[in-house]
């Protein structure tokens, strides 16, 4: 008998999202606790046992977001529809709902209202059989478009799938996007919420829409401009809609939105986001490139978040076409015919922000006199070189320019370089709002002629940038540190005193291990050879090796700490990823890797201890009165345990050392006399290397500061 394949179901990531935990510690739940839900043959999990068992167990205290729940569903229609697919049907089911509750206003004519039939009505159709439903979609969604020509194309190619998915699971999507809106979450939030999420999962539809960090320093540098907002390629109409909202989400109900996009799967999208949000937006669908210039509207605020470097943007017409009144863009790339697009939209006072490639600001040839001609003429006001990987859909850095309209007389263009702010991540960089301040204030700085951010930040004369090819490269024009050359001369004075020291402290501590030899004739000779059991308590770590951060969790020890030079900063790790017995380490432990850099070793000092053994990892603890824990660290430092672990070390991506074959190593275990100078020693021995690492930064130090003094000397006696 096959599944019920209506249900709400969720994957192991999904219920870590709901419960605010990490995947490991769901696998943990579902080890420990013999009632935890059972999957599918898919490998999901009932999302209302889910949401019961994490009820009944503490692990959650309200009910799973509605948000969330839709896109499970939403998600399962991925074995019937592709991701467009998907994302065209979304958007039918919540105009529908959104026409069934409600009279929006229809963008086009905002005088009329959209509305729907009883008999089309979801109080009505949810009750069909399944055999019919799909087909009584689409004919409801025909005659609803018909009866409202502002749903134009909005509801039809949607539900053009509802024969397509599962029956059961499309009522369930469309009872769940119903119940999911209530007094805090209106139908445009879950619209924004669940297309968020459909971009999770195709990274591709980035190029119709703006990362909302981007589009918020877009609209920040635009200053607080009302009137009329133009978005010449406004996509799926997101950085459109952020121009519409104040910084704390108000919305601007003064501005008149225009938008043009090309794509009509794209505007299709953004016509839904501004019909549920209750805007008035006035979108067309069309190639900004081919409307006429008389025709274009004269903007308070031009916003462009083009295709990027976008090759054989238009015919020999548009490229010839005599708008281009800096020089003709070239056909390899439109950024440079967004840039002089967007000038031409401005109205008398206004701003444009446009995002290109980072190739558009410092290209040659036809580029460069573009950009040169738009220095003359004064519309650029600033440049700000951006970080590569701002989209998921590229990893190209970019650069936003600040447009005005023509102004002869300006002598300054402001570049800024942000490209070191903001915070990388696995996939995509990002900024925070400090960092869009940040670049936001430099900007009104310098529009007030006040002093400007300097670290990142500098004004630099037109005519200057024109003798450098008109290049907008931010770090190409950073002010020159000032070098003081008394404070470099005292420094290297300061250096070569130390320098002595330093090397005779190093030189006493080889002398005085030159001669030691040790009793039982070293770590070659010494007997009896013993097996590692025998003398220590080996036991493996149980946390989790990738667990889930949290701020008052337990400090982690693991293969990372084990490899680390010096000590890192405490890995605070959430209680549920350690596992059920965890060990806890102790100052003198020996901690062994046993997997990745396999066989090496760290002495636990008191910095560690407390800290939680990752399973990736062994502990030997000595047991014996005959063994102290530092030798047995020597020893897994030496050749000899090298050897033992490349002998029972398997695999060449990710080596791994056996649990059990460390256990059945073999260690010497020398007259405590021994290892007691031996530890003596090889303190000393570790004191001169740091000795030795002193002087030759010293040196290293030297040696920049003399020719930092060799050229200020040679400049000054220019």
């Known amino acids: ?134 087909a009584r979609l689409r004919s409801a969604a025909a005659r609803i478009e018909s009866e409202n020509p502002c749903l134009d194309d909005l509801l039809i190619p949607g539900f053009a799938y509802a024969s397509t998915a599962n029956a059961e699971l499309l009522r369930s999507l469309i009872d769940s996007l119903e119940a999911a809106t209530d007094e805090t979450t209106s139908r445009s939030d879950l619209f924004e919420e669940v297309f968020s999420r459909a971009h999770g999962i195709d990274r591709f539809r980035g190029e119709h829409s703006t990362p909302s960090d981007v589009a918020r320093l877009m609209v920040q540098l635009a200053g607080d401009r009302g009137g009329t907002v133009c978005d010449l390629a406004c996509g799926e109409g997101g950085l459109l809609m952020s121009a519409a909202l104040h910084r704390d989400g108000d919305v601007s109900q003064d501005a008149r939105l225009i938008g043009f996009e090309i794509s009509d799967t794209a505007l299709r999208i953004a016509r839904a986001r501004f019909l549920l949000s209750g805007l008035r937006a006035e979108l067309r669908l069309a190639d900004a490139f081919r ?78 006199r573009v950009r040169q001609a738009m220095l003359e003429a004064g519309v650029v006001q600033a440049v700000v070189g951006l970080p590569s990987r701002l989209r998921a859909n590229t990893s190209i850095p970019l650069a936003l320019w600040v447009l005005r309209p023509p102004s002869p007389n300006v002598t300054s263009v402001l570049l800024v370089d942000a490209s070191t702010l903001g915070t990388t991540g696995r996939s995509q960089h990002s900024f925070d709002q400090s960092d869009i301040d940040r670049v936001a204030a430099a900007l009104q700085a310098h529009e007030r002629a006040q002093p400007v951010d300097s670290e990142i930040a500098w004004p630099v004369d037109v005519t200057e940038v024109i003798e450098n090819g008109a290049i907008f490269d931010p770090k190409r024009y950073r002010p020159a540190v000032e070098v003081n050359v008394g404070e470099l001369r005292e420094r290297a004075e300061e250096i070569r005193t130390c320098l002595p020291t330093s090397a005779d402290a190093a030189a006493d501590a080889v002398s005085r291990s030159r001669d030691w030899v040790p009793q039982g004739g070293g770590l070659w000779q010494a007997e009896p050879n013993r097996v590692l059991e025998s003398v220590a308590e080996i036991l493996r770590g149980t946390a989790s090796p990738r667990p889930r951060d949290s701020e008052n ?166």
């Open 291 to 368: 409307v006429p210039p008389d025709e274009l509207p004269r903007a308070d605020l031009v916003l462009v978040d083009p295709p990027l470097a976008q090759k054989h943007w238009a015919d020999a017409d548009v490229y010839m076409d005599d708008r281009w009144t800096f020089g003709a863009p070239s056909p390899r790339s439109a950024d440079l015919a967004w840039v002089q697009l967007a000038t031409q939209c401005l109205a008398e006072n206004g701003r444009g922000v446009v995002l290109t490639t980072t190739g558009a600001a410092a290209g040659s040839g036809s580029d460069a």
């Open 1 to 134: 008998m096959s599944e019920v394949r209506g249900r709400v179901t969720v994957s192991t990531q999904q219920i870590a999202e709901i419960a605010g935990v990490g995947r490991s510690a769901v696998g943990n739940w579902r080890k420990r606790h013999s009632n935890f839900p059972v999957p599918d043959s898919r490998g999901g999990f009932d999302l209302r046992q889910i949401e019961r068992w994490l009820f009944e167990n503490g692990k959650i205290d309200r009910p799973v977001p509605a948000g969330l729940r839709a896109w499970s569903l939403a998600d399962g229609l991925r074995n019937f529809l592709d991701p467009d697919e998907i994302t065209q049907m979304l958007v039918a089911v919540l105009i529908y709902l959104e026409v069934c509750d409600a009279t929006p206003r229809c963008q086009e004519a905002p005088t009329a209202t959209a509305g729907v039939g009883p008999s089309d009505s979801w109080d009505q159709l949810r009750q069909l059989p399944s055999a019919e439903l799909g």
């Open 553 to 718: 969790g337990v400090p982690l020890f693991g293969t990372a700490e084990v490899s680390a030079g010096d000590p890192l900063q405490a890995r605070l790790v959430d209680p549920d990823d350690l596992g059920v017995h965890p060990v806890h380490l102790q100052a003198g432990d020996v901690v062994v890797a046993l997997a990745g850099v396999a066989g090496q070793s760290k002495l636990v000092t008191a910095y560690h201890a407390g800290a939680v053994l990752g399973r990736e990892c062994a502990v030997v603890r000595p047991t014996s009165p005959e063994l102290t824990s530092v030798w047995t660290y020597i020893w897994t430092q030496s050749t000899p345990f090298r050897e033992q672990v490349l002998r029972h070390t398997a695999g060449t991506t990710l080596p791994r050392l056996g649990f059990g074959a460390l256990q059945s190593f073999k260690i010497p275990v020398p007259p405590m006399e021994d290892q007691r100078k031996a530890e003596e020693l090889l303190r000393e021995l570790d004191d001169a290397i740091v000795r030795v690492d002193e002087v030759h930064s010293q040196l290293n130090e030297l040696r920049e500061l003399r020719l930092d003094l060799f050229v200020a000397d040679v400049r000054g006696g220019s």
